[in-house]
Nanobody
Framework: VQLQASGGGLVQAGGSLRLSCRQS????????MGWFRQAPGKEREFVAA????????YYADSVKGRFTISRDNAKNTVYLQMNSLKPEDTAVYYCAADLQGSRVRVGPPEYDYWGQGTQVTVSS
């Protein structure tokens, strides 16, 4: 399984970005998908997750109401729409795939495959 994340960049506070993560190598619809982020000097933290069918999602409190995770199984892609961005959202964002496709989980060790990360920088 290979995961390719894209869509990061530099944006002003209050702006929006949409991250994409495309999977190749295995049937995408079997996996739950998650987004995590890691800021310099900090541990990797959970952002959002979605189950295989897309009917169950979960968000970190810090992004709830601002970020939306979605997926298009026909395109083997998961998205993270990020609105009302804040400087504290600055981090490298990673997508990850969980073989337990029916569940939405928050712990990095529970995910089986990881993408390479995409940098998001929010200026004040």
């Amino acid at each position: 399984v290979q995961l390719q994340a894209s869509g990061g960049g530099l944006v002003q506070a209050g702006g929006s970005l949409r991250l994409s993560c495309r999977q190749s190598g295995r049937p995408f619809s079997r996996y739950a998908m998650g987004w995590f982020r890691q800021a310099p000097g900090k541990e990797r933290e959970f952002v959002a997750a979605i189950n295989w069918s897309g009917d169950s999602t979960y968000y970190a409190d810090s992004v709830k109401g601002r970020f939306t995770i979605s997926r298009d199984n026909a395109k083997n892609t998961v998205y993270l729409q990020m609105n009302s961005l804040k400087p504290e959202d600055t981090a490298v964002y990673y997508c990850a795939a969980d073989l337990q496709g029916s569940r939405v989980r928050v712990g990095p060790p529970e995910y089986d495959y990881w993408g390479q990360g995409t940098q998001v920088t929010v200026s004040s």
